[in-house]
């Protein structure tokens, strides 16, 4: 079974960025297939394909050296119709202010106090998000995606520690 899943900006613009790199990969940290981004017939993304397509997978968009948030979608099933997943990216900030959260307690008053606009704003959110689920997923330390979310992080001023 193929997906097509075509990558966005918040003002739906197609994201023409070829870093960006998008992965199915089964629960259990097996990676079903791996492309970068590139033109598809709807716009910007991939095709991943994979066999059995009945099966429960995550799509993994990893964004390092982009200014896009990190993304993971959790429990797709590979046996549906249609296969077109359109996803829009969120832009991450590039700086922070104030001292550093040294707590899970202080994260999220620490992203409040940002003048980051909302957008921003969520893809922090999301970034951390997407971080909570890669540290469930076996073997996922090893993996690209995972580091870059924590180096992703750590720029903003956010030790990946106290993500839990």
Not at 11 to 37: K, Y
Not at 49 to 55: I, L
Not at 65 to 77: C, D, H, M, Q
Not at 90 to 112: D, E, H, K
């Amino acid at each position: 079974m193929s997906y097509t899943v075509t990558l966005s900006d918040s003002s739906f613009n197609d994201v023409p960025d070829t870093s960006i790199q998008l992965e199915a990969v089964t629960p259990g940290g097996t990676v079903l297939d791996s492309q970068g981004n590139g033109v598809v017939s709807t716009g910007n993304g991939a095709t991943l394909s994979f066999t059995p397509a009945r099966q429960r997978f995550s799509l993994e968009i990893d964004t390092a050296g982009t200014r896009y948030a990190p993304l993971v979608l959790k429990n797709l099933n590979g046996d549906r119709h249609p296969q077109t997943i359109d996803v829009i990216l969120l832009a991450m900030p590039t700086s922070s202010s104030g001292p550093n959260p040294t707590t899970t307690a202080a994260v999220r008053p620490f992203i409040q106090r940002q003048s980051w606009v909302p957008e921003q704003r969520a893809a922090v959110y999301t970034t951390i998000d997407t971080l909570c689920i890669l540290k469930g997923v076996p073997g996922s330390a090893s993996r690209h995606i995972r580091r870059a979310t924590e180096d992703t992080l750590s720029v903003l001023g956010i030790n990946p520690d106290l993500i839990v």
